[in-house]
C-alpha cells in the first residue's frame, strides 16, 4: 500500500485509508469541530524528481479547479467539498464522506443492476449535471469511476477537478486538460478538442447507461485509433437486443443521447431526464422474472456449454431470449432465412426434411444453426416442431456479433462441431443403405506414400 497512514493532515485526524489513486489518497478524517466524519484526499509533492515538476504544476491546476467549482455547487447528488488547502509539499481536498460504491461495480455481467434502479440512478445523474450547466459547469470526466450510490440508490457525482467553467471569458486555464476524460466515455466532439457544453457530460452519460444496461461499453476497440474512428464514426448497438429486458423505447433514449450531432443529442439534463421516466413507467414487474443467477446456473450446466468460461456464460445470459412453446408447434421452418438458432433447455424437438423425419434433439443440444453457419444463402435446411413442451435459449445473431470475441469463438466452434457430428451421422445411415464399398490395394496412413527406389 505504500508509506504508512499519518495521523493527522493539517486539522484533520486520519481515521483510516478509503482509496488509493495514481497521484492522490483518500481517507477517512475527522474535524475536532465537526460531527461528521469527512473524506480528505491527499496529494504529496514530496519525493517527486525534478522531471515531475510539470505534472505537479498540472496537479495543482486540477486542485484548484476543483476548489473554484465546488464553491459554485451545492446539490444533493453532487459530493460537497468543504475546504481546499494547497502548500508547497501537499495539497488537499475535504470533502462530504459518502460510504457507497461506484458504478464501476455494476458494470460487469454478474453484477448488473435490475433495470428500474439503473434509470433511477441515471435520472438522478442527468438532473444533477443539469443543475451544474446551470452554474456554468461542465464535469468532463462522467464515467462510472465518478458516480457513487450507496443501497438505497442516493448518487453522489464525484471529482471535478477536470470540470470546465464555461462561464470564464478565458480558457487558458483549460489547456493544459485538452484531451481529458477516459476515452471510452467521451464524446465525439472532446475527442476532436472541440468547444464544449453540458452535451458533452449528456453523451458520457448516455454511455454509462449503456453500460449499465448491457453489461459492455458501446463502442469497442483493440487499441485507442480504433476506438476513436468508432466513436466518431459509427452508430453504437441496440441495448434491447443485447439485453432483452431492456424496452426497446429505452433504445430510442440511448441513441438521442449519444448522438453525434449536437444538434440531434438532448439539449439539457432535463430533458434526457423526462424521457427517461417516461420508460420507467413501462418496465414490468421484475419480481416476477426468473433471477439471472438462476438462468446462469441452467446455462452453465448445459453440455453445450463446456468449454465457455463463467464470464461468457454471463454474456449469454443478457442477450439471449428464454422462450416456452407447447407440443405441435413449429419454430423453425424448412427454406426459410431466419438466422435465429436455440439451445433447448428441456423438452424434445423434432427435425425434419421434406417431410420426413430427419432427428431428434433433446436439452444441451442446439437446432436451427444451418442459416447462421450458412453465409451465403442463409437458408434453414430443416424444419423443427416441438414434440412436448419445450423450453429453450433463443440466439438473435444481431446480439451475438456484438458478444465479446472469445464468446463469439465458442459459439463458432460448437455450432460447427455440431453440423460435422451430424453430417458424419448422415452420411453412416446413408452408408447403411449404400452398395458394398470399394476395397483398397494399397494402404497408407497419410494418403500418400513415399518410396525409396534403388539407384
Known sequence: MGSSIPERIGKYRIIREVGRGATAVVYLAENPYYPQPVALKHVSFKDRGRDEAKWNRRLLKLLR????????????????????????????????????????????????????RTVSIIFKCCMALDYAYRQGIVHRDIKPANILIDDDDNVK??????????????????????????????????????????????????????????????????????LVYKIINTDPPSASQLNPLVPEQMDVVIRKSLEKDLYSRYKNGAEFAKDLSAVRYKIYDEKDLVPDSTRFGQIRRLPFFTEFDDIEIWEVVRFSTWRVVEPLTQIIREGSTDQ???????????????????????????????AYLDEQDHLQHVSVISLTPVRYLEIQPAALILASEECLAHFRSRLITTVARRLSNCERQLALQGEPATRAVNVTTSGIELQLLDN
Do not use: W
Open 340 to 370: 435465429r438458432f436455440g439451445i433447448v433447455l428441456e423438452g424434445e424437438l423434432e427435425l425434419s426434411i421434406g417431410g420426413h423425419k430427419a432427428g431428434v434433439i433433446r436439452a444441451g443440444e442446439c437446432f436451427g444453426e444451418s
Open 65 to 116: 479547479a476543483e476548489e473554484a467549482v465546488a464553491n459554485k455547487l451545492d446539490h444533493p447528488n453532487i459530493i460537497k467539498i468543504f475546504e481546499a488547502v494547497i502548500e508547497q509539499e501537499e495539497a488537499y481536498i475535504v470533502m462530504e464522506y459518502f460510504p457507497g460504491k461506484s458504478l464501476e461495480e455494476y458494470c460487469s455481467f454478474e453484477r448488473m443492476l435490475p433495470i428500474h
Open 157 to 226: 457525482i464525484t471529482d471535478f477537478g477536470l470540470a470546465l467553467n464555461i462561464n470564464k471569458k478565458s480558457d487558458q486555464d483549460s489547456t493544459f486538460i485538452m484531451g481529458v476524460g477516459s476515452p471510452a466515455y467521451m464524446s465525439p466532439e472532446q475527442i476532436k478538442s472541440y468547444p464544449l457544453n453540458q452535451k458533452t457530460d449528456l453523451y458520457s452519460l448516455g454511455v454509462v447507461l449503456f453500460h449499465l444496461l448491457t453489461g459492455r461499453l458501446p463502442f469497442r476497440a483493440k487499441n485507442p485509433a480504433q
